[in-house]
């Protein structure tokens, strides 16, 4: 799923919002430097995501023989090449 921006950018502030409201936590940088790097984290396993959803397309694509995209066969081959896409990354 593809979020905007400015998704992500809310996304990180109420990530941060909820660390500042733990007690175990202490804030020993900037908060705006914490959110931003929240966002960073949180484009990059977006990103990560998008890639894996690719390749598990992909693959599903180039099968001998067309798969319709919501047929339970296809869903079982997605979720299949999904999962050794993410144990290739160690996610």
């Not at 949180?42 to 397309?57: C, F, G, H, T, V």
């Not at 319709?68 to 979720?79: A, C, H, N, P």
């Amino acid at each position: 799923m593809r979020l905007s921006r400015d998704k992500v950018n809310v996304l990180a502030r109420a990530v941060a919002d909820a660390l500042k409201q733990m007690d175990e936590v202490e804030f020993i940088e900037d908060p705006n430097t914490i959110r931003q790097e929240t966002r960073k984290i949180l484009e990059d396993l977006l990103n990560n995501e998008a890639r894996i959803d690719q390749s598990a397309r992909q693959k599903i694509e180039s099968q001998k023989r067309t798969i319709l995209e919501g047929s339970q066969e296809w869903d079982i081959l997605y979720r299949k090449y999904y999962n050794e896409e993410v144990k290739k990354l160690g996610v």
